[in-house]
């Protein structure tokens, strides 16, 4: 049996515009993501086999949340990468999670990408980048993007990438409220309040260009962050909105919520400040950490 180890880390969504409904049902996005520290630990094995198999086990805060069987992002990965390959072994996927579920952060987009990562090392490259960015998409429409992570632009369903040189780290508190909400639910919220996504929105204009701007200088990201679905999702996750306040009550420079929610994440001016709050809130019996920039 040989394993690998991969991180598999959460992304923050630090713009995310959408810009129409598309024919085959998904949405046309526009978004920057941002890959953070906070992250699972994905371990893969394989062994000689003369069918294909894929087993997941799943340890870690949360991890009830997580199903640990063949509809679990990862495992429909390994299967996937089997198959393109013509392998027979048996596969095994443990993992360690820490990123919250359901909660707008990429974990299980994060953990798929992780494991095709790992399958690709485990077999010497099989796979060229292209192909392994297409497998990615057939997964997830965030896992391409999560395959190398760091800062990109995300257009299409999510899977056009562009990378974005970003010369800074910055320092985050991501916060949960034990509320949940899936991305399907959200987008149909999102329908419900935007139509045709035709009424003009400055605010994502102008956020937009303020913030790759400040990305690309290393400036700070006060007044740049946008995201479309808080007036959707936020309503109906109350514990999240009071979360984004109480972000800024205790110091952060900006405050948001990540992807289709309802997670939510403060930029903090220093790692000892997004330290303190996130010590802070956990007193109050908040989920919450500091994180960074990777
Ligand atoms: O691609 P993924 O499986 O992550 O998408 C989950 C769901 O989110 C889709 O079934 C769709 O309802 C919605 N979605 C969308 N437009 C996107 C990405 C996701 O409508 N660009």
Excluded: W
């Excluded at 290393?218 to 984004?244: D, H, K, Q, W």
Aim: with cysteine; glycine share 8%.
């Amino acid at each position: 049996m040989r394993t690998v180890t991969e991180m598999a880390n959460a992304k923050l969504n630090l713009f995310l515009d959408i810009r129409g409904k598309r024919q085959d049902g998904y949405h046309e996005i526009r978004t920057v993501m941002h890959t953070v520290s906070l992250a699972d630990r994905v371990s893969v094995s394989v062994a000689p086999a003369a069918v294909p198999s894929v087993a997941v086990e799943v340890r870690g805060e949360g991890n009830a949340a997580v199903p640990a069987d063949g509809t679990n992002t990862a495992a429909i990965a390994a299967r996937l990468f089997l198959s393109r390959c013509r392998l027979t072994d048996a596969v095994t996927v443990s993992m360690e999670k820490h990123i919250p579920v359901a909660a707008g952060l990429a974990g299980g987009s994060s953990d798929a990408a992780a494991v095709l990562r790992a399958l690709n090392r485990l077999y010497r490259a099989p796979l060229s980048e292209p192909e392994l960015l297409t497998l990615a998409a057939a997964v997830g429409s965030d896992v391409p993007y999560c395959l190398h992570g760091k800062t990109a632009l995300c257009e299409g369903r999510g899977e056009r990438l562009t990378r974005l040189c970003v010369p800074a780290v910055y320092r985050f508190v991501i916060a949960v409220a034990g509320e949940s909400m899936s991305t399907p639910r959200a987008y149909t919220l999102l329908d419900a309040l935007y139509g045709q996504f035709s009424t003009p929105r400055p605010a994502a204009r102008e956020g937009y260009t303020r913030l790759l701007s400040a990305l690309g200088k290393g400036a700070p990201l006060s007044f740049s962050l946008y995201n479309i679905f808080e007036p959707a999702v936020l309503p109906l996750c109350p514990g999240a909105e009071e979360l984004r306040y109480r972000l800024r009550a205790l110091g952060a420079t900006a405050a948001l919520m990540s992807g289709s929610g309802p997670s939510v994440f403060g930029v903090f001016p220093s790692a000892d400040a997004a330290e303190a709050a996130a010590v802070t809130l956990r007193g109050e019996g908040v989920r919450a950490y500091a994180a960074s920039s990777v």
